[in-house]
């Protein structure tokens, strides 16, 4: 059943929609991550304009990460002055992406950013992950005993504006921490992805924040500025599609539900192997679309319709 | 200026009085709505020749050529070329006011009715609708392959059609076409063109018009996205929350 998109102008299959977000919701529900970074190229490959691909798949994480932060919080599973920090980061950086996606929108260059930057962030990380969950895996089978291994203060922790973050055990400085927040929300704007899968591994290697708290405190900030995207979305560029939206949505937090069981019977090593080669593959797909000759060289972009 | 000369051509090849049919015009539907279920339209175009004493037996009957035009475009053709091993794009041309939808139909194939260089003249085809609305000044043989490209790219979309036996005789004087509409042709006002010829020359025009609008639901959406971006972007971010929130509290485990 055909549905029509009144911001993308288009008709779309109903169900290829709602069985495509189930299918992320899945995925997202299994790996506790929001699902974006395969939701919007999903819907770019189906011929929804990138620019309101990104947009109103930022409304929807907004609504994924609403439940998921309900159920860490009522587990209390976050740390909500950790979390400040990284919605006080993501606010700029949500807000530097938006410019620059509109700059680059006007100059015509947008899909090209948006390919080259998936393609470079998801070969680079998919590529990291894949080797650091491979090791893990080996590691898995030799069956080491696990030493804890001695951690030392990184340097970055004694700059200046120092805070204590209790619930995650650790005394740092908020400056590399907002950093942090600042580049991955910049990714997440312009690009339509939470950023769960970056700012996750980054916050337990980098910053020691144990894996009770860390999900729950991600989905603080990544709410946050997913909201943030979609009101900014809105008012400068017009192209949140709500009618999409609510359709992903529906279908994300069906999927989401069977997702979070099917988790639960899943190793770790083997979770973060299957998220490594996802992530990657979503890179290769994109890198395809630059190095594969293309059929037709041409290719047109309406700039403005008289109305 | 573009339509004042056309209208000087059209009044110095269509001497008054000397051919005296004319033609009547009539579309099935002068509005055509977008709903929620929108997949596409069709519309009906019905065309009455008229003649008084003075019109001369046609042997070779009467051809019909109706051009459909969607709202005008501005848009950036651009071509790709491999830098370092990657295809990008490397080159490009702005077009401006081409239109979002253009339709051909003929009663036979256009070649067979007009001479190609005098269809060119009277902006009859694909290729010579587009290029009337491009500046003649500077014009390249690059800027024809780029306009021939937008035309081949919008033909294989759909968006561009050309059909050679689009309008059928319903009797020698009555011609009827069938207009259709993909999903994703622009919304706006379009305007169809029917000019009628025998032998070659043209023998008399006209213009009536249509218009895509989206209906109730996707208008108010689509309004409110343009002219109340903040509540729009408030109410569509407070929507993801409530939903977010309304799953957790359906699901809940406990």
Known sequence: MEIYLPIAEMPINMFTILGMSAAVGFISGMFGVGGGFLMTPFLIFTGVPPAIAVASVSAQIAGSSMTGLISYWRRNAVDARLGLVLIGGGAVGTWLGILFFNQMRRLGHLELVIVLSYVALFSVIGGLMLLESLRAVLHAQKARPATAPKRERPWYFELPLRMIFHRSRMAASVLPIAALAIGVSFAGAVLGIGGGFIIVPALIYLFHVPTSVVIGTSLMQILFTMIVATVLHSVTNQSVDMVLALLLIIGGVIGAQFGARAGQNLRAEVFRLLLAIMVLGVGLRFASEIIVRPNDLFSVRVEQRAR | ?254
């Open chain 2, 1 to 254: 200026m573009k339509r004042l000369a056309a209208l000087l051509i059209a009044a110095l090849i269509l001497p008054q009085g000397a051919r005296a049919e004319s033609l009547l015009v009539s579309l099935s539907s002068h509005r055509v709505l977008i709903e929620s279920n929108y997949t596409g339209a069709q519309l009906a175009a019905f065309a009455v020749v008229e003649r008084d004493a003075r019109s001369v037996a046609r042997i070779n009957g009467y051809d019909l050529v109706i051009t459909i035009r969607g709202p005008r475009e501005d848009v950036v053709v651009q071509e790709k070329r491999r830098v370092f091993g990657l295809w990008v794009n490397q080159r490009q041309r702005f077009l401006a006011g081409v239109p979002g939808y253009l339709s051909v139909l003929t009663s036979r194939p256009l070649q067979d009715i007009i001479e190609p260089d005098r269809a060119q003249r009277l902006n009859l085809g694909l290729l010579p609708v587009v290029t009337a609305t491009q500046p003649r000044d500077n014009d390249t043989a690059r800027d024809a392959e780029f306009r021939a490209a937008l035309v081949r790219l919008r033909y294989e979309s759909g968006l561009y059609g050309e059909k050679e036996r689009g309008v059928s005789l319903l009797t020698a004087n009555v011609f009827q076409a069938q207009i259709a509409l993909p999903a994703t042709a622009p919304v706006g006002n379009y305007e169809v063109d029917i000019m009628l010829l025998a032998d070659s020359v043209p023998l008399a025009r006209q213009t009536t018009n249509f218009e895509l609008v989206k209906s109730g639901f996707e208008q108010l959406i689509a309004d409110a996205a343009r002219q109340h971006p903040w509540i729009y972007g408030v109410a569509a971010a407070a929507l993801s929350i409530v939903l977010g929130w309304l799953s957790s509290v359906a699901f809940r485990k406990d």
